[in-house]
């Protein structure tokens, strides 16, 4: 495996020296953000290169896609780089590199989920491909995209038995789980390159939140530091945008309405410290590298689809803890704006931020997620790995009882009159194969250890 000439980390060392990388098994792996595991990823993926196989690399971001693959056509000069995402391929756009000439293909889950339903037309380069690495792996949990990462993930599994998993993630709770799943190994670490602190700014009005962000980021511009502030909506970034611009601060704004184009150059204008202070949505949640000493979460809710609900401590994490801490500085922080509790709720311990436990998520099938109550929980300790996200497999379905997707009746749903359609297009041994793969967890598509979701759309 080529280690190029960084100094690896403790835990990068631990991993080459264990050699869990290239012993043929899949792994799941959880550090801390900025310890190291994009370049374990990029070394796994050279060792692949080198005996002539392809390698995914899966990011949940576009954005962050784009930066992987500018910054891996350096380490990789030789290498056939293919960036496939939602900015490529519509209206007679052509990729880049296509799919057949692509040694390395960095792409979207829902990008992946579309190549193995439409399988027969990427048979040319799925048999090749020895390695997938799936940047976020905790994405597996998400209410809408979980779904997707899950059936792209076993899919795969089945059309190509030899291919291997590498899963990074900041904030899994049960990685051993996981990793029988896959049928592979995990490695956890603690080890952060980065202390990172944790601070509340309380607020008795909404109409204080404006005056409270100006002054958290003049603090911090005077330390010479440069911060980036979650918010919960397009609308609440423009307008804050035009606020810190009002009192003098150079801000730009950063979410899914602007254009892939807007969108590089205001992320190149902070790289090149033309801004002080970048609002954004959750289009910078996950994975990418911001010079951002301070993280500020001016809100605590997001929407979910349906309205505003407080935000999940997984998306806490991402933004302001594990996920989102700043890695070109010696020091980081993090800072939570919250409405005054009253007397007697104390937020901030000795320690740092506590953290409620949160319940199980199922990928596939919905299930209950559990939220930072009353805007308090945010992290376990100054510098501590997370433990509050959590992937869990839905148990298996009782002979007589109700499919966890679609309501009460028989164990397979709404599945069940497959049944009585006769021969239909596929024959009644056909029908019969399909009706046991929706009850069975779809084991007749992929191969053992049976996956997640006993409902998953396939």
């Known amino acids: 495996m080529n280690h190029n000439t960084q100094t690896v980390n403790p835990p990068q060392a631990e991993i080459l020296a264990s050699g869990i990388l290239v012993t043929g098994f899949s792994c799941v792996l959880q550090m801390p953000t900025g310890s190291g595991k994009t370049w374990l990823a990029r070394n796994a993926i050279g060792d692949v290169l080198k005996r002539g196989l392809r390698a995914i690399y899966l990011t949940p971001l576009k954005a962050l896609a784009g930066e992987v ?5 350096a380490h990789f000069p030789d290498t056939n780089i293919g960036v496939f995402t939602g900015d490529f391929g519509r209206n007679g756009q052509k990729y880049p590199v296509p799919f057949k000439d692509a040694q390395i293909m960095i792409m979207t889950p829902e990008r992946l989920d ?10 040319h380069w799925i048999p090749e491909v020895d390695l997938v690495v799936v940047d976020e792996f905790h994405l597996l949990g998400d209410r ?32 051993s789980e996981l990793a029988r799943w896959l049928g ?11 202390e990172l602190t944790w601070s509340i700014e309380l607020f008795r009005r909404a109409s204080d939140k404006p005056r409270l962000l100006s002054e958290v980021v003049r603090r911090n511009l005077g330390d010479g530091g440069r911060s980036l502030v979650f918010v919960q909506s397009r609308r609440r970034a423009e307008q804050l945008v035009m606020h810190l611009q009002d009192e003098g601060i150079r801000a730009g704004f950063h979410h899914a309405g602007l254009t892939h184009d807007k969108r590089q150059r205001t992320e190149g204008r902070f790289r090149e410290g033309e801004l002080d202070v970048l609002v954004a949505t959750a289009t910078l949640e ?11 979460l001016y809100d ?16 806490v994490w991402q933004r302001g803890g594990a996920g989102r801490s700043p890695r070109s500085r010696q020091e980081g922080r993090g800072r939570a704006h919250g409405p005054r509790m009253g007397q007697g709720r104390e937020i901030v311990s000795a320690g740092g931020v506590r953290a409620h436990p949160v319940g199980p998520m199922r990928p596939s099938c919905p299930g209950r997620t559990d939220h930072c109550r009353d805007q308090r929980a945010l992290c376990t ?14 148990r298996p379905p009782e002979p007589s009882g109700q499919c966890r997707r679609h309501g009460a009746g028989d164990a397979r749903g709404r599945h069940a009159d497959r049944r009585k359609r006769g021969r239909g297009k596929y024959g009644a041994r056909g029908n019969a194969a399909r009706d046991q793969a929706w009850s069975g967890g779809m084991s007749a598509y992929a191969s053992s250890p049976q996956p997640f979701g006993n409902c998953a759309t396939f």
């Not at 190994?185 to 603690?190: A, G, I």
């Not at 996950?286 to 500020?296: C, E, S």
């Not at 605590?300 to 998306?315: D, I, S, T, V």
């Open 300 to 315: 605590l809710q997001q929407f979910n689809g349906k309205e505003f609900a407080p935000l999940p401590c997984r998306n």
């Open 114 to 123: 579309a190549c193995t339903r439409s399988w027969r037309s990427h048979w």
């Open 69 to 73: 693959a500018r910054d891996w056509e």
């Open 286 to 296: 996950m994975g990418l590298n911001m010079p951002a000493r301070q993280v500020v």
């Open 144 to 175: 809408g995209r979980g779904g997707r990462l899950e059936g792209a993930i076993c899919r795969l599994r089945r059309l190509n038995p030899f291919v291997r998993f590498l899963c990074l993630s900041a904030t899994l709770g049960n990685r």
């Open 381 to 394: 300790g100054r510098g501590a790995t997370p433990s509050c996200v959590r992937v869990q497999p839905c």
């Open 184 to 194: 592979g190994v995990e490695y956890s670490s603690d080890w952060r390159p980065i």
